[in-house]
């Protein structure tokens, strides 16, 4: 079974940083791209940065700068590394992968769960 599993949310103060894990397991054929997402309580979901297979970026905004965006394709694993948080980064930060599964042959986007991540004081 093909899964993604997000991990490094934790509490951090303003002006600190944290590293998001993004690891896709299971039996794929292929990867394309990888992105996080972001969802603050009461708002909708935001991209915030993304990954192509060939290592093409996007950045929202906001995090320019201070957020950035890896992937090791031999472990099917994304990093975001986060600094200078701010109270505003506060959220859950999903991942997403984009794969064609083991025996399959179309592409198709696969969540992960969530990891909460708070910047407070």
């Known amino acids: 079974q093909v899964q993604v599993v997000e991990s490094g949310g934790g509490l951090v103060q303003p002006g600190g940083s944290l590293r998001l894990s993004c690891e896709v397991s299971g039996n794929i054929r292929a990867i394309s791209a990888m992105a996080w997402y972001r969802r603050a309580r009461g708002n909708e979901r935001d991209l915030v940065a993304s990954?192509?297979?060939?290592?093409?970026?996007y950045y929202l905004d906001s995090v320019k700068g201070r957020f950035t965006l890896s992937r090791d394709n031999a472990k099917n694993t994304t990093y975001l590394q986060m600094g200078s948080l701010k109270p505003e980064d506060t959220a859950t930060y999903y991942c997403?992968?984009?794969?064609?599964?083991?025996?399959?042959?179309?592409?198709?986007?696969?969540w992960g769960q969530g990891t909460l991540v708070t910047i407070s004081s």
């Open positions: 997403v992968a984009y794969l064609v599964p083991a025996g399959k042959t179309d592409y198709q986007s696969l």
């Open positions: 990954i192509t297979e060939d290592g093409t970026l």
